[in-house]
């Protein structure tokens, strides 16, 4: 299969899919929610186990005992973490790499927070205990327990990277400082790893436990090494990505065009992302996630990008012949999800971007497809001329909703989308572009009754 | 912010809840007396000094046994109430970790006031580095005869 378009329609392809894929957005992230919360209730039963229940008496084993609880569960919840941003591709199908984004935010919070109560309670409860001061007893934990004094820099380390992804401070921060010191977590990890088996009292005694640990630790290492490392790898191997040249498409808006052998065996659809990892001298340690802006057609890939940042900026003057490194394709903001055979697109900003895409592989498939196109003023129009092309070529619609906001505050009300799209209750929508612009198109699918399923939307803030 | 609220709302009950369930038993029955410094059998009275049986043994080491260190089994200490053995293991002239590998109480009671009193004395003697530390309030006994056999286990150390 060289040409992924013509022969592989979506929908034959989702009714392929597994049972659980197919499911709504909601119900896959509350089936890995469930699981998540499975292996958390496990832990805990864990500790509840081993735990007698004359141990938990007075305000000292009290403390201890919620110590232990939390670190159990801070510790589980941080390999969680890293699972969640490893590129594992079944996680990536049913959740959407930018939900797992937003979870690992929230997550990274929560276990962190559950790590950081885990030495105070710890430490509090020893310190009743035994009648010492809170400082004493501080030293004496981190001094003279096995292992105790790498697991206090490894949570030291944990805090650092949990600061410096708070909103606040990444805002401050560069990307290369916020990059590397992430890598830190998994220095923290391992550092962290001892400690649990010579002074953790849940695995000091517990062989069982301590083979049900090391197996969670091992299988999501190996997930990361295969996911993050082999999986790049073999993929620059066997397919070879390289620059083939890049295009302005307008003000501020680049296009970068990468070839290789046997693209379409990677399986892309339009709507999905990949990683990109330009193999420059300064550019090679990131990899950044762009959609593609052009359906895949098993001879190149195309990423269109405004030149905001450092990085993105820099892509006008890459060099055909320039090695890539491709990660993915990730994302579930595609054709393969929808519910029906009409579709409906909605889109601003770089939110046009994967909707070009799809808008093209719908038109071809299907070509009832309309996309409709917000901006502020024409200039921010990007792409226009290829959609104005693929709308006239295959029959489709487009409307350009153009205006400042204060001008035109109802372009995106129930009644203007009813208007523009008679039958919008019957089209799967697809929604891509800045936070509030979601927003507010979704509440308008709400009020329009539009059912919650037909509706995808892919969230352009990682 | 409303999420961390209800996140740390939610963590701090769900803790409350799940230790109140897990020492249900200890509160119900078999209260250790925490405050009165007094010998244990005096604040609720039961199986008091019967021998009715050897007890489970159980061992509650503080941490594994190092690799690194030498090993030391002291005396086993008959007292009142059952019999305790402590290991000591020593990494150069520090104390690393301290187990029980003998611990039979003559009383349901008294193995459930061991078996919380036995950790504590465990942690305080690697805190304290010898047997230079408090009695455990409500497990006097216990608190004495372990020290002993801790100290016979710190002599065979030294010698």
């Known amino acids: 299969m060289t040409s992924t378009v013509p022969t592989r329609a979506p929908a034959d392809a989702a009714r392929r899919e597994r049972y659980l894929y197919r499911l709504s957005q909601p119900a896959r992230e509350g089936v890995v929610a469930a699981a998540v919360a499975l292996g958390a209730l496990g832990v805990m039963y864990m500790w509840w186990h081993d735990t007698s229940p004359a141990s938990v008496y007075g305000p000292g084993p009290w403390l201890t005992a919620a110590g232990r609880v939390t670190g159990l569960l801070g510790t589980y919840l941080v390999v969680i973490e890293v699972l969640l941003m490893g590129r594992v591709p079944w996680l990536d199908r049913m959740i959407g790499m930018d939900r ?243 579709l409906l697109m909605i889109g601003a900003g770089v939110g046009i971007t994967p909707l070009r895409a799809m808008f093209e592989e719908a038109a071809t498939a299907t070509g009832d497809v309309t996309l409709l196109y917000r901006a502020s003023n024409a200039d921010e129009l990007g792409l226009r001329a290829e959609l104005d092309e693929i709308a006239q070529r295959r029959g489709a619609t487009v409307h350009y909703l153009v205006g400042p906001r204060d001008e035109h505050p109802d372009y995106l009300s129930p009644d203007h989308l009813q208007r523009l799209v008679r039958d919008v209750v019957q089209r799967d929508v697809y929604v891509c572009g800045p936070p509030g612009f979601t927003e507010t198109v979704n509440s308008s699918l709400r009020t329009l009754r539009v059912p919650r399923r037909h509706v995808h939307t892919e969230m352009f803030e990682l | 912010m409303r999420r961390a609220v209800i996140a740390t709302a939610g963590t701090v009950v769900g803790l409350v809840v799940l230790l109140g369930y897990r020492s249900e038993g200890a509160v119900k029955g078999e209260k250790v007396d925490t405050g009165s410094g007094t010998s244990t059998n005096a604040s609720t009275g039961t199986g008091t000094g019967t021998r009715t049986g050897t007890g489970t043994g159980t061992t509650v080491p503080r941490a594994a046994s190092s690799s690194s260190g030498h090993t030391y089994t002291g005396q086993d200490v008959f007292y009142r109430y059952g019999d305790i053995e402590v290991a000591v293991t020593l990494s150069g002239s520090r104390i690393v970790t301290v187990t029980v590998p003998q611990n039979d109480a003559s009383s349901p009671y008294s193995q459930t006031v061991n078996s919380a009193a036995v950790p504590i004395l465990v942690k305080e003697a690697v805190a304290a580095q010898g047997v230079s530390f408090d009695v455990v309030s409500g497990a006097t006994y216990t608190s004495d005869a372990f020290a002993q056999s801790l100290q016979s286990a710190l002599d065979k150390a030294s010698q």
């Open chain 1, 100 to 342: 797992l984004a937003v979870w690992h935010r929230r997550n990274g919070e929560y276990s962190i927070s559950l790590l950081v109560a885990h030495a105070v309670l710890i430490i509090w409860g020893y310190a009743v205990t035994t009648h010492d001061g809170l400082l004493s007893e501080t030293k004496s934990v981190v001094l003279s327990y096995p292992d105790m004094l790498a697991a206090t820099v490894g949570l030291g380390l944990l805090v650092l990277v949990g600061v410096l992804s708070a909103r606040a401070v990444r805002k401050r921060v560069n990307y290369h400082t916020w990059y590397f010191v992430h890598l830190y977590t998994y220095i923290a990890l391992a550092l962290s790893f001892a400690h649990q088996f010579n002074t953790g009292a849940d695995f000091a005694t517990h062989p069982l436990n301590r083979v049900i640990w090391g197996a969670m630790y091992g299988t999501v290492a190996a997930l990361l090494i295969s996911y993050r490392v082999i999986t790049p790898l073999v993929n620059l191997a066997r397919h070879r990505f390289v620059v083939v040249g890049t295009a302005s498409e307008g003000p501020g808006l680049t296009s970068v065009y990468v070839s290789g052998r046997e693209l379409g065996k990677l399986n892309a659809d339009a709507g999905q992302f990949f990683l990109w990892r330009f193999l420059t001298r300064d550019g090679w340690w990131q990899a950044h996630p762009f959609s593609l802006s052009a359906a895949p057609n098993g001879r190149w890939f195309r990423m269109t990008v405004k030149a905001l940042g450092d990085h993105s900026s820099g892509l006008a003057t890459l060099r055909p012949g320039t090695k890539v490194l491709l990660e993915g394709p990730f994302g579930n903001f595609t054709t393969r999800w929808r519910r029906g055979r009409k």
